[in-house]
């Protein structure tokens, strides 16, 4: 149906940037939300940014003022920019994306993930 790929993902030292990118591909009549999640060891999974449709975002207050979503709709695509990364950011970083395919199927899929890691 629909894959997505991250990429940026890396080893940075606390206080530098990193962004990640994620392609969408697949029959896709419309896509209303992108986002970033992610997950640490014996952690559940966090939300890190959303964008919606309307161009709203969302971001919680851990990542607020550092993390930066953005979204290229003629690419089907959507960046996190991170910014002052710190030791507490590493995890497994998920892209996701829900709409609608051609077949007007709704659809809500993952990609495979991109590991940061942040040292002190």
């Known amino acids: 149906q629909v894959q997505l790929v991250e990429s940026g993902g890396g080893l940075v030292q606390a206080g530098g940037s990193l962004r990640l990118s994620c392609a969408v591909s697949?029959?896709?009549?419309?896509?209303?939300?992108m986002g970033w999640y992610r997950q640490a060891p014996g952690k559940g999974r966090e939300l890190v940014a959303r964008?919606?449709?309307?161009?709203?975002?969302i971001y919680p207050d851990s990542v607020k003022g550092r993390f930066t979503i953005s979204r290229d709709n003629t690419k089907n695509s959507v960046y996190l920019q991170m910014n002052s990364l710190k030791s507490e950011d590493t995890a497994v970083y998920y892209c996701?994306?829900?709409?609608?395919?051609?077949?007007?199927?709704?659809?809500?899929?993952w990609g495979p993930g991109t590991q940061v890691s942040v040292s002190s």
């Open positions: 964008i919606i449709s309307g161009g709203t975002t």
């Open positions: 697949g029959s896709i009549f419309t896509i209303n939300a």
């Open positions: 996701n994306a829900e709409g609608q395919l051609l077949n007007l199927r709704p659809f809500n899929s």
